[in-house]
């Protein structure tokens, strides 16, 4: 399973990148209102420090708006993937960025069908919303799992992204559930990578390793 950043911040981007486990990037207009600045120029930053798929979402309603912000996200760096909310005009827009090989993510899909025709129309990648889904007491991972078997069943080359992580459980699940990217925040992100008993292990060592030297020492 990849991992994506889901952010807008460069430093947390960077980190990522550097402990070797940052496989793309995920930005949306509200992570993008919390750095605020040129959206283009973050992009551009983004793509310089992946290779991997960084995705910038479209906010127009109508078909040509859509096209107009994605063949302009496009043209920023070859990695660029346009995010596109999943509509009737969505999808016809995400099957108009295909045909001219411009890769899509389908964002805010809520359901098996939304996914399944978002991959009809040719999205690379689509978005189902875990967290958003569990808010509403319905389980999120299940749409996960329906389409990453569905997929598989299928032959079908679209990717399944669990999006709407809010913790650390959520990463075992899509793991589990045959996720192929989960995209989530830089704080999840540390937190898989802390346990209490590592912690405590790593301060016994350094310990012992002490009292050795002292002992050598004598
Ligand atoms: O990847 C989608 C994500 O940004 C939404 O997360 O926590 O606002 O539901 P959340």
């Not at 983004?46 to 995705?55: A, D, H, L």
Request: aromatic share 6%; proline share 3%.
């Amino acid at each position: 399973m990849k991992i994506f950043l889901d952010t807008a911040e460069i430093e947390e981007i960077r980190t990522a990148a550097r402990w070797g486990v940052l496989d793309g990037v995920t930005t949306n207009p509200s992570l993008y209102a919390k750095v605020g600045g040129s959206y283009d120029e973050i992009l551009k930053e983004i793509c310089k420090i992946t290779s991997g798929p960084v995705s910038a979402e479209v906010v127009s309603d109508d078909v040509e708006g859509m096209l107009t912000e994605g063949r302009h996200f496009a043209k920023l760096a070859p990695n660029i993937v346009v995010k596109v909310a999943m509509s009737e005009n969505g999808l016809e827009a995400i099957s108009r960025f295909a045909a001219e090989g411009i890769k899509t993510n389908c964002t805010l899909v809520f359901s098996t069908n939304q996914g399944f025709l978002a991959a009809k129309a040719g999205a690379s990648i689509i978005s189902p919303f875990v967290g958003r889904l569990d808010d509403i007491n319905q389980d999120g991972m299940t749409v996960i799992r329906e389409l990453a078997e569905a997929f598989s069943i299928h032959e079908i080359e679209c990717e399944v992204l669990a999006a709407s992580i809010r913790n650390p459980l959520h990463m075992t699940q899509s793991l589990l559930a045959g996720a192929h990217i989960a995209t989530l925040p830089f704080k999840i992100l540390q937190q898989m990578v802390h346990h209490p008993l590592t912690d405590k292990g790593i301060a016994q060592f350094k310990k012992d390793w002490a009292a050795a030297q002292a002992t050598a020492a004598k």
